[in-house]
């Protein structure tokens, strides 16, 4: 059986892939802030689908939390055949209206954590020959969305730019770029989404069926579902002014302030 290590795997697009990587026969390591959470993860993903499933609690905003991950990837005795950055969060303001501190925190998720964490996994695979690694961007990547969309798009470049590096080694890499999906990625950053058509939203479980289908052959793009990829064609026509505010309005129609604006999915957040 082959191993996957899936950031954010307690909510949102993160326990979709745990439980499709379950269902496929892959042993797991679920990697999120929450140690209960996990360890009901793993216990329902074991009893159901009678795969290994360990856990290890990390909040990838630190250090210590990105070098345990670092160390689990790294490990020859133990190696990693999926790699899934999937942790992320939203945060609920405008630029200045959020704190720094919050604004750093998410580069650090987004980029850093996403950096260094393929980084290892890329190391190790390239020495065995072969490995996939999926990193969790987002369609906001490619339109002006303040913090939020410029670390999806980074995401974007730096995958695209190391699966071109790594060409011909064994090693694939992806960068998963969905629109809506429907998780608990707005509620927990305290966002309303009332005012988002129900033709926009998709499902988590074929968000990712896409995305391993699109690893599996070779691209290092994907945008599940023809109605985003129409809707990105469109976005090479639109002026990005124009762009920008259609993009603020359709995802930034905030509710009540929750308490620390983040979550343990990522990559829905148009």
């Known amino acids: 059986m082959t191993t996957a290590l899936v950031t954010g795997s307690t909510a949102g697009l993160g326990a979709a892939f745990a439980r499709r990587l379950a269902r496929d026969r892959h042993n797991l390591v679920l990697v999120a802030r929450d140690g209960d959470a996990l360890r009901r993860q793993a216990a329902e993903l074991h009893d159901r689908h009678g795969i290994e499933a360990t856990v290890l609690v990390a909040d990838l905003a630190t250090d210590e939390g990105i070098e345990a991950v670092e160390r689990r990837l790294a490990d020859p005795d133990r190696p990693v055949g999926l790699l899934v950055n999937n942790a992320g969060f939203g945060l609920r303001g405008r630029f200045l209206d959020v704190p720094m501190a919050d604004e750093l925190r998410m580069l650090r998720v987004h980029c850093e954590a996403v950096l260094r964490l393929t980084s290892a996994a890329a190391e190790a695979m390239r020495r065995r020959g072969r490995g996939g690694v999926i990193n969790v961007a987002s369609v906001a990547a490619f339109v002006p969305r303040g913090t939020y969309g410029a670390s999806k798009a980074w995401v974007v470049q730096f995958t695209q730019g190391v699966a071109r590096d790594l060409a011909g080694s064994g090693v694939r890499l992806l960068a998963l770029c969905p629109g809506f999906v429907r998780t608990e990625f707005h509620q927990r950053a305290g966002m309303s989404t009332d005012n988002i058509p129900d033709w926009m939203w998709l499902e988590a479980?074929?968000?990712?069926?896409?995305?391993?289908r699109d690893l599996a052959r070779g691209r290092s793009l994907s945008v599940p579902d023809a109605r985003y990829k129409a809707l990105l064609g469109v976005t090479k026509l639109v002026p990005r002014g124009a762009l920008g505010a259609v993009s603020s309005r359709a995802g930034r129609?905030?509710?009540?302030?929750?308490?620390?604006?983040?979550?343990?999915?990522?990559?829905d957040d148009l």
Request: hydrophobic share 25%; no cysteine.
């Open 205 to 212: 479980d074929r968000v990712v069926d896409a995305a391993l």
């Open 253 to 267: 129609k905030y509710g009540p302030r929750r308490p620390n604006g983040r979550t343990e999915g990522a990559g």
